[in-house]
Each structure stands twice: as C-alpha cells, then as structure tokens.
C-alpha cells in the first residue's frame, strides 16, 4: 500500500525556519509529480510548492522566495524548508504524489508560526 508520511512540523517563532520531510513508499517515485499544500482553520487547501519527475517547480505567490522544495528520487522522499515563516503560515501541511492517473496524500503535519 502506497503510503506518505510526513515529519518536521511544530511551533516556530516568526521568522524562524523549519524543514518538512515526506518520506514515501511509492514504487515508482520518480514518475510522481510532488507537492507540499497546507491548510488553515477555515480555509481551502492551498499549493504551496510542486516539483514534477523532471524537476520544474512551482510556487504559490505567498512563497515569495522563502520556502524551497527539493526531491530527492533515491531516497523516495520531498522536503519542504520555510524560512522567515510568518503566522500566516500556520496551518497543516500535506504531501502529495500524483501522476496522471493516481493521486495519494499524507496525514499532514502541524505548523504553527506565533510568540
């Protein structure tokens, strides 16, 4: 069974950083497009950064080149490192793997951004 599990969430101070790791248990990793979305209370679930099987990525607009999304194929795993986070940042953070005609996703972790 195909599963994703990700880790690295927590309480961080704004400004602060933190790295989110998806590990996975997918066959055939490389040919899955990977994502990182979130969600806050009350709100859609929003794309936070996509990097497909040949490397082009995607960020949402509120990145604004503070977060990086990095695969690493042997591994089977995605990571997600946020810099300068802020308290909109704050909600839980899913990992995603689809191609085009699978789509599975992780429990998510928390991120909470306060004082």
């Known amino acids: 069974q195909e599963q994703l599990v990700e880790s690295g969430g927590g309480l961080v101070q704004p400004g602060g950083s933190l790295r989110l790791s998806c590990t996975t248990s997918?066959?055939?990793?490389?040919?899955?497009?990977m994502g990182w979305f979130r969600q806050a209370p009350g709100q859609q679930r929003e794309m936070v950064a996509t990097?497909?099987?040949?490397?082009?990525?995607n960020y949402g607009d509120f990145v604004k080149g503070r977060f990086t999304i990095a695969r690493d194929n042997g591994k089977r795993a995605v990571y997600l490192q946020m810099n300068n986070l802020k308290p909109d940042d704050t909600g839980v953070y899913y990992c995603?793997?689809?191609?085009?005609?699978?789509?599975?996703w992780g429990q998510g972790t928390q991120v909470t951004v306060s004082s």
């Open positions: 990097i497909s099987p040949t490397n082009p990525i």
């Open positions: 995603s793997a689809r191609d085009f005609v699978k789509e599975y």
């Open positions: 997918l066959r055939f990793f490389s040919g899955y497009t």
